[in-house]
């Protein structure tokens, strides 16, 4: 791979198909007005699906969060489940066919449209939506089998963090931190209590329970929030969201992060200490195994 870090030259744009407002287009030709309050003010939100073997996976999950956060930002769904899938699938598809990718993610946003430059929310806009697909790229078997360093830091972002907004300079910032410590990623804390990662939901383990922080405005509730339950559900695993102390944290017996493209992951040092005790310190735990082979049959019967 071509490194463009010492030229100043970017990489070149994909090509792919992509969806703007109704119209199929190659991603590196599309364009959006200046004035799009998306690109003014990040007045917007997005989605990010994975599909395996172009099947989409929790497709309804996902679309039910993103009206969740478009009925935040009174920005009516500009389109139905079924015109979501179409444009879904068809990019999905397109992409399979011109690169050969096995697992694709689905990127979706709607912002409030395009409008002189004004804080007030203008009635009346035309959202604009995007729709682009990429290959998702799923952590390797080292990772997998040895788990990832991360770091902690404070969360500094603002209190509306259950909107999977388009505002994202906060976690571009928290996911630095770790970027710059050469680890996967940053465990933020409120406080002196867990909330989530820059681009991940953080999982607890300690005497066999599976802990995450409650579903409340600080955290944005991971698709994968529910899935874990019902896993735990299914294999008999304790399972409790509570607020969850940096104590508990560095303390834990085992340490999983988990998002779409991550799946879950275990963490195993975090700030180069690591994590668990005894024989199983360091190492990833049992719990996450079976959490991992949870998802995997997750995958096979959720996916459309």
Same mark, same amino acid.
């Given at each position: ?9 970017? $990489?070149?744009?994909? #090509?792919?198909?992509?969806?703007? &407002? ?12 200046? *004035? ?9 939100? =997005?989605?990010?699906?994975?599909? =395996? ?8 999950? /996902? ?13 009516? &769904?500009? *389109? ?14 397109? *992409?399979?066919?011109? +690169?050969?990718?096995?697992?694709? !993610?689905? =990127? ?30 799923? $952590?390797? $078997?080292? %990772?997998?089998?040895?788990?990832? #360093? ?15 907004? +388009? ?33 991940? &939901? ?11 922080? $409650?579903? #409340?405005? *600080? ?35 085992? !340490?999983?992060?988990?998002?779409? +493209?991550?799946?879950?992951? @275990?963490? +195993? ?7 668990? /005790?005894?024989?199983? %310190?360091?190492? @990833? ?6 959490? =991992?082979?949870?998802? %995997? ?8």
């Amino acid at each position: 791979m071509q490194d463009f870090s010492d030229t100043g030259a970017s $990489p070149p744009l994909p #090509d792919s198909l992509c969806y703007l &407002n109704g119209d199929y287009g190659r991603l590196c030709d599309t364009k959006v007005s200046v *004035l799009d309050r998306g690109f003014i003010f990040g007045d917007g939100v =997005y989605e990010v699906l994975p599909a =395996y073997e172009g099947k989409l996976f929790r497709f309804e999950q /996902h679309l039910a969060r993103l009206d969740r956060s478009l009925e935040e930002l009174r920005i009516s &769904n500009p *389109l139905t489940q079924d015109e979501w899938l179409a444009v879904a699938r068809r990019l999905i598809q397109s *992409l399979a066919q011109g +690169t050969g990718a096995s697992h694709q !993610l689905i =990127y979706i946003q709607v912002t409030r449209g395009v409008a002189v430059r004004d804080h007030v929310m203008p009635p009346g806009l035309r959202p604009t939506v995007f729709v682009m697909c990429g290959e998702m790229k799923l $952590p390797s $078997p080292a %990772q997998r089998a040895d788990g990832v #360093d991360c770091v902690t830091a404070d969360d500094f972002r603002w209190a509306k963090a259950h909107i999977k907004s +388009t505002s994202l300079l906060g976690a571009v910032f928290a996911r630095q931190i770790s970027a710059d410590a050469g680890a996967m990623e940053t465990v933020m804390f409120r406080g002196e209590h867990l909330s989530e990662a820059a681009a991940s &939901n953080v999982w607890v383990v300690k005497d066999g329970v599976v802990m995450g922080p $409650p579903k #409340d405005n *600080l955290v944005l509730e991971g698709i994968r929030f529910g899935l874990i339950e019902d896993i735990c559900r299914e294999e008999g695993i304790p399972f409790e969201l509570r607020r969850i102390s940096r104590a508990e944290v560095l303390d834990a017996d085992e !340490l999983m992060l988990s998002s779409a +493209t991550k799946e879950v992951l @275990p963490i +195993t040092t975090l700030d180069g200490q690591p994590v668990g /005790h005894g024989a199983q %310190q360091g190492r @990833p735990g049992p719990v996450y195994a079976r959490l =991992y082979a949870g998802y %995997q049959r997750a995958k096979l019967k959720q996916s459309i």
